[in-house]
């Protein structure tokens, strides 16, 4: 396996698992940012996504609908690109 393949797989891992939180506004939110970045998506990133993905399903979800405050150790800035990638979308 080379490293391109190795970044393959880890993108398509990302995005399988962005796709299916649980929940359709997950699935939407997170989902619809990995598809749309997937070929940019570098290995730091897709570090840093792993480890936002890794938080509970309700926390996240309440981060990115601004319905609790992001901790100090959450990725804030990921949680904005995610949250700026929806609104830029034109779409509630």
Known sequence: ?????????????ALYRAQHRGTQEMDI??????????????????DRLEVLMDNEETDLQAWLMGQRDI??????????MIRDHKIGQGRP
């Open 29 to 46: 939110l997170i989902g619809g940012y990995v598809a749309d970045h997937l070929s940019t998506l570098d290995s730091a990133m897709l």
């Open 1 to 13: 396996m080379t490293l391109t393949d190795d970044i393959e797989t880890r993108r398509k891992r």
């Open 71 to 80: 901790p100090h150790d959450a990725d804030h800035e990921l949680i904005s």
